[in-house]
């Protein structure tokens, strides 16, 4: 056979790049698709110089299946975006010196050189950028839905602050009392700020994750979202004090008989008031010292609780007793009614608490055999399994009975109600920092707080040179005054702008309703192109974004289905989460030098190669250890794979005959492979390739349909390549307008079996015989094995035991 050109990674990609450009091959007719099916993935922030190979990983993931769904016959929408605006892009904008304003553009220009050199299958008509003005216009109209339905409220609260970053932090953002991005100790102040009420909808977001006709999810995000939902069922109950009446909630209404102090948020209203002459002084001390600490290490810092009584008391609805009333840092005004009782008996912090400032314990929940008087030297907190004592007339009733019980006598005594309650805040997305879109409201001394009307949207976030924040906890932009101060769009009076930006959560939490609907400028999103294309196919992205941006989503979604804008009111049908990737072993981070810049791989390797390594690595969902010497041998590969084209092309293989050992491996590749992919496991796809590859080459095979239908299963992988490859062997469209390749039951059985021959449950060898061979012909043939004759020399057989296609069993004795 003639000598076949060498296979030049950097040749053919350039050649399929500018193919599937000019000839639209990754666009879809959003209006005629017949088929439609969205292919979602998580959009990238633009705040550093270029993609990292953690997102290559992720896309390259999710593109494989967009590829292979569109070779099912799917007509497949993938867009591409930029989460551009927020906190990130605009401390590497002050890091290296340059507006954020002209580094993320020239970002985006990066990522996008990236994106297209990767192969990915992106419909670059729609793409999208959070900072443009024709996107973060309808950012701001959002707002202005949540404001019109009552969902968008304004108020005083404590919250993390940042010094460096001069910012508010959300608790999770905070890792033992630093700020996560720059390490700097977070600090608690009290802002005004503008929140979102999520809380509304907690019922809803929970119920739906176990709808799995509406949602078919990762187990680990579904269980990450039900935990921070964190419904409690319980009751809130009301202790008299005074005048005042104090409401806490608790899960547990049968251990309020053991209630012997409440404990107060520090910030809490009606500790000035409760605060008796005496303690004044040591209470105000108090609350100064504990608004010094940030939120998070308050919640779960120090083991060692620390607090101060008001010198007043309450009364115990249930024993009528009065007890203390304490302040603490642990217990925070945001959460719940910002006030607990105290159980020191069936409570660990409580009870460490009332040891310290030696407080009355009370048992109110024994175990079986022990009695109300036995002392406790530690919390018994499985009160599940216990009966009341010490409880009234509730004594001897399990527990969880004596729950229902003392919640109905709270209610019908006026004391108290059932009610479930949620660990959800709701939404903070006030930001004091530049880089993000105005937050659409002026602010008017007769008229308060006003929206902007949308036919004045948007409003445009203005260039401005000093755009570092400061320490005031107010937005640079409010040192604009041509900005800041405009008429107010009711009486015409001056007013003042709103400052503050919004997170970029927000900005995130609608994307993908916008991306089917991108060359609108009169709307958000297209009503009928959104009921075609949503709620979406599927979206892979990392599962560091399990709870917030899927969580808000979820919201926002369910926001606009009640508002009549949406026919659903889940938008992902199905979420997969993918792994992560780490380099010898060890985590990526440039302190260690093991950052891997996947530029320099495609330069060397290509795309394709690149591409097939990573999905190679270990399971997508799990993730793997990037090694450089193990690019090799998905090049080998291709190369393999190749040399196998140029064979099929040569008129010798036109009409070679297929041997039955291949026709079955062929077939069991195709079953093999598509059900892999379907379930994105995408490495053992791959060793299932080389494999039926290895078969061919030692076969000498190279039929022109087997290889084609193997170069059709390798192209998710390697689109470019497959591409080349598809054109060698005489196709003038698309490889990916083709039909993925169908298997045949009949033909992935072998057409012999092999059969574990054993003696007294021993292997003593194995035979392989006909697939229809029956018992008596396998025992004829394990007949044949010295192995097996030696053993039943001389030996009584008392019974035989075949499984079929598997074992035979010989019991001598």
């Known amino acids: 056979m003639s000598e076949h050109p060498a296979y030049t990674p950097s040749e053919v990609e350039a050649k399929w790049r500018d193919r599937w450009r000019d000839r639209r091959t990754n666009e879809v007719d959003l209006d005629r698709a017949p088929r439609p099916y969205y292919n979602l993935m998580m959009f990238p922030y633009p705040s550093a110089e270029g993609l990292h190979v ?40 002050m890091k290296i010196g340059v507006h954020p304003a002209e580094l993320i553009p020239r970002n985006i220009t990066n990522f996008t050189r990236q994106l297209t050199s990767m192969g990915g299958m992106f419909a ?53 009392g630093a700020c996560e991005r720059c390490g700097t100790i977070v600090e608690q102040r009290v802002l005004e700020q503008w929140y979102f009420r999520i809380t509304d909808y907690a019922g809803r977001l929970l119920a739906n994750l176990d709808d799995h006709a509406k949602m078919d999810w990762s187990e680990s995000t579904v269980l990450a979202q039900k935990n921070w939902l964190g419904r409690s069922e319980g009751a809130e109950i009301r202790f008299a004090a005074g005048a005042s009446t104090i409401a806490v909630f608790t899960t547990r209404p049968d251990t309020v008989f ?67 009333i304490w302040i603490a840092d642990y217990v925070l005004m945001d959460y719940g009614t910002g006030a607990i009782m105290a159980v020191p008996g069936h409570d660990e912090r409580d009870f460490a608490f009332a040891t310290r400032y030696q407080l009355p314990i009370v048992r109110v929940v024994a175990p079986e055999g022990e009695s109300a008087a036995s002392p406790l030297r530690e919390a018994f907190i499985e009160v599940d399994r216990g009966r009341l004592v010490n409880s009234g007339k509730y004594d001897g009733l399990p527990a969880l009975e004596g729950k229902r019980a003392i919640t109905r006598w709270l209610e019908t005594a006026s004391h108290g109600e059932g009610k479930v309650q949620f660990r959800l805040y709701d939404w903070c997305i006030s930001r004091q920092r530049y880089w993000g879109p105005p937050i659409p409201i002026i602010y008017c001394d007769d008229c308060g707080a006003v929206p902007v009307p949308e036919e004045q949207l948007p409003v445009v976030l203005p260039q401005i040179d000093d755009f570092r924040p400061d320490d005031s906890g107010i937005s640079p932009l409010a040192r604009h005054a041509e900005w800041y101060f405009v008429p107010c769009p009711t009486c015409g009076k001056q007013g003042r702008r709103e400052t503050d930006v919004s997170d970029t959560f927000l900005d995130s939490a609608w994307y993908f309703l916008r991306y089917p609907s991108s060359e609108f400028g009169d709307r958000a999103f297209d009503q009928a192109r959104t009921a075609r294309w949503l709620p979406i196919a599927s979206y892979i992205g990392g599962n560091e974004h399990a709870v917030l941006h899927l969580l808000y989503s979820r919201f926002i979604t369910m926001v606009l289905h009640d508002a009549g804008m949406l026919g659903f009111e889940e938008p992902f049908r199905t979420f997969r989460a993918h792994g992560l990737i780490v380099k010898d072993g060890a985590k990526m981070s440039k302190s260690k030098g093991n950052v891997i810049n996947p530029d320099d791989f495609i330069s060397k390797w290509g795309a394709d190669t ?5 999905m190679f690595l270990g399971p997508f969902q799990e993730g793997g ?49 598509g059900e892999e992919l379907a379930l994105l496991h995408y490495n053992t796809a791959i060793a299932a390739l080389m494999e039926l590859v290895n078969l061919l080459r030692e076969q000498n095979c190279c039929e022109p349909t087997l290889v084609g239908e193997l170069v059709q299963m390798i192209a998710p992988f390697a689109p470019h390549f497959a591409e080349e490859c598809w054109e060698r062997l005489g196709h003038t469209t698309s490889i990916f307008d083709s039909t993925w390749p169908a298997w045949d039951p009949a033909l992935i059985l072998e057409a012999s079996i092999t059969i574990v021959i054993q003696v007294n449950g021993k292997t003593r060898g194995t035979v392989t015989v006909g697939r229809d061979a029956d018992e008596a012909a396998v025992r004829a043939a394990a007949g044949q094995l010295d192995t097996v004759v030696r053993q039943l020399e001389g030996m009584a057989v008392r019974k035989v035991i075949y499984v079929p296609g598997r074992l035979m069993n010989f019991v001598v004795g």
């Open 258 to 324: 053991g209630a012997t102090f409440l404990v107060l948020a520090p910030e809490h209203p009606l500790v000035a008031v409760l605060t008796t002459g005496g303690q004044r002084a040591a209470v105000e001390a108090y609350v100064a010292q504990a608004g010094a600490k940030d939120l998070v290490s308050r919640k779960v810092g120090d083991k060692e609780k620390s607090g101060i009584a008001l010198g007043s008391t309450a009364i115990n609805p249930a024993t009528g007793q009065a007890i203390p």
């Open 610 to 614: 690149f591409r097939t390594y990573l």
């Open 124 to 176: 670059w008509e729609h793409v999208l950028s959070t900072t443009d003005v024709t996107y973060y216009k309808w950012t701001q109209w959002l707002f202005l839905q949540l404001f019109k339905q009552g969902l968008a409220y304004k108020k005083k609260g404590s919250v993390n602050w940042c010094p460096t970053d001069k910012t508010v932090l959300a608790n999770e953002q905070v890792v033992a």
């Open 625 to 673: 250890d990037f090694r450089d010497s193990g690019i090799s041998g998905p090049r080998r590969f291709l190369e393999k794979v190749w040399d196998l084209v140029s064979l099929a092309t040569h008129p010798d293989c036109r009409d070679a005959e297929i041997r039955h050992e291949i026709l079955v491996k062929w077939h069991q590749t195709k079953k093999r492979v």
């Open 54 to 93: 953690g997102n290559l990983f992720a896309f390259t993931g999710a593109d494989v299946f967009g590829r292979f769904k569109r070779m099912q016959g799917w007509s497949v929408f993938q867009p591409i975006g930029f989460d551009a605006f927020g906190i990130h892009s605009e401390n590497f904008a």
